[in-house]
C-alpha cells in the first residue's frame, strides 16, 4: 500500500528539552488507518495531527475494544535515531487484537509506517539525557451501534509525543503501595494484554495509593490474593541473596518487552535469575531478615525505575 503523506502548513514550536514531562506534548503530524470488511486495513495517510470526530455510538467509548503499544526512540551521541526493540511491539499489539477479535495488522507495513512517521518528525526526538520520543500505536473500534459485539470497522492511529521521566520523582526511587483490595486481572482475562480497559480497572487503585502517599500499586494475583505479579505500569524485580526473581508469566502478567531485556541481560552477563511466583509475606520475611537487597521495575515509559 502506498502511504499518502500531507504536511502541516504551520509547524509547532519543539519544547525545551531539558524541561520535558511525560505524555503532554504532542508532534506536528500523526499517522491513521482505517479497516472495514471489504477493504481490511486500508487508506494509510500521515498528516497534520488533529482531532478525531467520534459519533456518540461509537462502541469504543461503550465496550472499551481498544488496544494500544508504547515504544521509544531514542536520540544517541552521535545524532542518530535509535529504536528499542519496536517489532516485538507490533508482535504484541497483535496478540492483543486477537484477544479483542480485532483484525491483525501487517507488521512490517506499520513498522514501515512508523519510520515514515518518524523520518518527518525526526527533529523532535530530544537530545538531552533521559529523554525520549515515546510512540504510541492505538487501535479503536469505530463502529456506531449500541449492541455488545465485535465492531466491523476501526482505526489504527500512531502519535508521537517527546517525554521525560515517566514518575514525579524522576529516576529515584519510587514508594508503592500493595493492593489487598482490588486486583488488575485473573487468568483466563486479558491481563496479559495491552487493552484499555487494564488500565482504568487499575485507576482508583491508584488513586488510593496517592491519597496515602505512594506512586504506585503493587499488584497481587487475583485468586489467592498473595504473590506478587505487577506494578500499574511495570513489571517488577526483586534481589535476594544476589539472586534476581521476577514473577513468573501467569496468564494474568502483561509480557513486558523491557522485562525480557533484563531477563536476556542477566543471564548473558552470568547473573542469577530466576522466574518465579513470590508471595508478598516471602517478601516481607527477606525484607525483615535483611536478604532483600534490592527492588526495581522496568517498562517502556518507566524504562529501569528502582
Known sequence: MQITIKRCDKLKQR???SNLSFGTIFTDHMFNMDYNPEEGWHNPRIEPYTSFIMDPATMVLHYGQAIFEGLKAFRTESGNIQLFRP??????LNKSARALCIPEIDEDFIFYAMKQLLNIE??????THE???YIRPAIIATDPFLGVRASHTYRLFIILSPVGAYYKEGFNPIKI???KN?????RGGVGNVKTAGNYAASLYAGEEAHR????QVLWLDGVERKYVEEVGSMNIFFVIDDEIITPMLSGSILPGITRDSVISLA???NLKITERKISIDELIDTYESGKLQEIFGSGTAAVISP
Not at 122 to 127: A, E, F, G, I, T
Not at 182 to 186: E, G, I, M, N, Y
Not at 212 to 215: A, E, F, I, M, V
Open 15 to 17: 519544547p525545551d528539552d
Open 87 to 92: 517489532r516485538d511491539n507490533f508482535t504484541r
Open 267 to 269: 543471564k548473558m552477563w
Open 122 to 127: 525526526k527533529d523532535w526526538v530530544p537530545s
Open 182 to 186: 482490588h486486583v488488575r486481572a485473573v
Open 212 to 215: 496515602n502517599g505512594y506512586t
Open 177 to 179: 503501595w500493595v493492593a
Open 131 to 133: 529523554t525520549s520520543l
